[in-house]
Each structure stands twice: as structure tokens, then as C-alpha cells.
């Protein structure tokens, strides 16, 4: 878990206890006398940091990407769909509604999930549902990725750091431009007569996975990514002061374990547990059985690794002050009503050229519980 997030006041201190115990567990390092491996922590020359047993290479190719010409259905009741694509080898899939009639014309949307045990492009289904809503008047395209190592329920491959290594964040921030420059762009303009005034897509990222969406920003003009919205996002702080090495290679170490590091998922995937923590620390109210349903089904051993990187900081290795401070498109931030870190972010409006705050009813997963006002906000 993230150290930094608001807790919900007025919840019984049973449960403040039981999660305060497993925040220890997964961040103290162990005094039993056991030896963890050693990290393969490595930064390079591109201030890149490189988590995996293997060194890879870096590389700006995009590869020839083709959607599954047989996508299957999230739900009946809805047109959303499973497709997948290959990206330098990997298989990897994204959710996909098509745009409603006369929306076609419009920008592409983009969803970036959130890292966390049992996460993956599920996260956006209710916002995606409610585009197709008659208050929301409509939906353009919408793709919801799943990052490199996430999404194994629904085909993507799982990845072991053993076999072959990621840098972060680049690796997932490369994923997501094989995608919309091989997917997404040549979808939403074909058709179109006059394409050198094409406007981009609109990318929308949660949570503490923020700097991914800064970097595709950064790294890709209007013509491709042509707004950036960040609902929940890490206090401005956070993105710009990296996490030491020291605590790196102590944080990759503990959750990497075999012993301790399996112990703490083993709880923490746990039904009971991830209700206690969603209940405190992402939900104003109460989560909902559909939230705790997909969580579990996503909790696969094999899909511990992302968040293993994710939770040991590797993807906060260096500051993100100059991508924020240089950034050429429209920034949105959205923040829960319910957040105490609020405040802390109001940085973003005056270190950033072009970025607006706003403030929704929830808390610090507003995609999920508040998915008609988000979608209202990113439509503005």
C-alpha cells in the first residue's frame, strides 16, 4: 500500500488496528535473520530505473500492432469488449467500447488503471457504462489498457523479472504509445478526408500510476495525446522528490521474499482484508460486492509482480518536476471531496502551465464511485 493516503475518520478502530498491522508488515523490514536476494536495481544514463534479474535494452520502436479480430464481451448487457495487441513481444489486451453514433468524430479516450492487488482495466467499466448513458450524451471511443504484467484475466501475459526485466516507468508508458499510435489514432482517423488538423486523445490516469500519464504526455505532442486528466493523483511533492535507492532495494527485497514478501499478498489478497482497506482508505462509503468480486478474481500470484515495482517506489526512482513544469497540454486534476490531500495538490495549478483543478463528491477512487460526475468533468 501507498504510505500517504487520507484514512477516513469514524470507522471502528478493529479495523484501523488490523490494517495498521499489515501496513508493518508489508513495509518493516524482517529482523528474523533471513537473507532476501539482492535487488537488480539499475539506473541507467537515461535516468531510467531497471527492475528485473536480467538487463534489457531500451528501445523507442513501436511495433506493428493488430487488434484481436475476435473480441469478447465484458457483459452482454454492454459493447464492451476485450481486444488484445502485441506490443515488442508481449501479449497484451485493453477493454473497448465503440464510439455511439455521431461520436465518432470526437477524441479517443485513454484509461490508465491503478496498480494494486487484483487491479487491471476492470477499474474503468462503470465509467465506461456510463458514457453510454443518456446524460452523458454519448461516448467517443474509449480504450481502457492494462499495463505490461496486468490484466492476466484477460489474456495478457504475466511477467516474471527473472525472464526478462521492465524500466520504469518507461516500459508501461511505451505499452500505452504502441497502442494508440497502432490502435487508437488510426481507428478514431479513419475516414477522415483532412487528418494533418487531427487532434489527439484524451488520456485519463488514477492514482499513484500519475507519473506514467505525464511521461506519455511529455514524450507525445497534441497531435497525440491532447489532454491529460489525473483523478487522484500522488501530492505534487511526491511527484517531484524521489524515493531514495536505499529504501528502493529495502522495499524490492521485502516484497520480492519469498517468505515475508508472500506472506503479506497472502493476507492481503484476502476478501476480508481488501474490504477493511478499501472501506478506509479508497471508498467514502462503503465498497461495494462488485469492486471486492473483481479484485479477487484478479489476485492472481502470478500478477504480484507490477505491483511489487509499483509499491517499492521504482516508478517515483527521480523527480517529474521538469515534465510537469514544461507540459504543453491541458492538465485536469481531480480530487474526492473526502481527501485530505487536497490541499497538497493545489501545486499543480501553480507549477504547471496549463492545469485546472476540481473537486468531485468521493474520495480517492472517483472513476468508480462517483463515475457520472467524472465523466461530466472529463467531458468539460
Not at 65 to 83: A, Y
Not at 274 to 294: A, G, T
Not at 304 to 321: C, D, K, M, V
Request: net charge negative; hydrophobic share 40%; aromatic share 8%.
Amino acid at each position: 500500500m501507498k504510505v500517504g493516503m487520507a484514512v477516513k475518520t469514524g470507522k471502528c478502530w478493529s479495523s484501523c488496528i488490523v490494517l495498521i498491522g499489515l501496513v508493518s508488515i508489508v513495509f518493516l523490514p524482517p529482523s528474523l535473520g533471513f537473507v532476501l536476494p539482492k535487488a537488480s536495481l539499475i539506473v541507467n544514463e537515461e535516468n531510467y530505473v531497471y527492475f528485473g534479474e536480467k538487463c534489457g535494452t531500451l528501445s523507442s520502436s513501436i511495433d506493428s500492432t493488430i487488434p484481436d479480430g475476435n473480441p469478447s464481451l465484458v457483459d452482454q448487457g454492454t459493447s464492451i469488449s476485450i481486444r488484445k495487441y502485441k506490443h515488442k513481444g508481449w501479449n497484451l489486451s485493453y477493454l473497448y467500447k465503440p464510439p455511439s453514433p455521431g461520436n465518432e468524430m470526437k477524441a479517443p479516450i485513454v484509461l490508465i488503471h491503478p496498480v494494486g492487488i487484483g487491479l487491471s482495466s476492470w477499474f474503468w467499466e462503470k465509467l465506461m457504462e456510463e458514457y453510454g448513458s443518456q446524460e452523458a450524451g454519448g461516448n467517443p471511443a474509449i480504450y481502457a489498457v492494462d499495463l505490461i504484467g496486468c490484466g492476466l484475466e484477460n489474456g495478457s501475459d504475466k511477467w516474471d523479472p527473472e525472464e526478462e526485466g521492465l524500466f520504469f516507468p518507461l516500459s508501461w508508458v511505451q505499452g500505452v504509445e504502441t497502442l494508440i499510435q497502432s490502435v487508437v489514432l488510426p481507428e478514431c482517423r479513419k475516414g477522415k478526408k483532412d487528418q494533418s488538423n487531427s487532434s489527439g486523445c484524451v488520456v485519463v490516469v488514477q492514482g499513484g500510476i500519475a507519473n506514467v500519464g505525464v511521461m506519455l504526455a511529455s514524450r507525445n505532442p497534441g497531435s497525440v495525446v491532447s489532454r491529460l486528466i489525473m483523478t487522484s493523483p500522488p501530492i505534487f511533492k511526491d511527484m517531484i522528490n524521489p524515493v531514495p535507492q536505499d529504501e528502493l532495494e529495502r522495499n524490492y527485497n521485502f516484497l520480492r521474499s519469498k517468505i515475508w514478501g508472500s506472506l503479506a499478498f497472502a493476507l492481503l489478497e484476502t476478501r476480508p482484508i481488501i474490504r477493511i482497506f478499501s472501506n478506509l482508505i479508497l471508498f467514502k462509503e462503503e465498497c461495494d460486492e462488485s469492486w471486492l468480486d473483481k479484485t479477487i478474481n484478479g489476485a492472481y500470484v502470478e500478477a504480484r509482480t507490477p505491483i511489487q515495482a509499483f509499491n517499492a517506489g521504482l516508478l517515483n526512482h527521480r523527480s517529474f518536476e521538469e515534465e510537469l513544469s514544461t507540459l504543453e497540454q491541458p492538465v485536469l486534476v481531480l480530487s474526492g471531496s473526502s481527501d485530505k490531500r487536497n490541499e497538497d495538490r493545489n501545486m499543480y495549478a501553480t507549477k504547471m502551465k496549463n492545469c485546472t483543478m476540481r473537486v468531485l463528491d468521493g474520495l480517492n477512487v472517483l472513476p468508480y464511485e462517483n463515475a457520472r460526475d467524472t465523466v461530466e468533468a472529463i467531458e468539460k
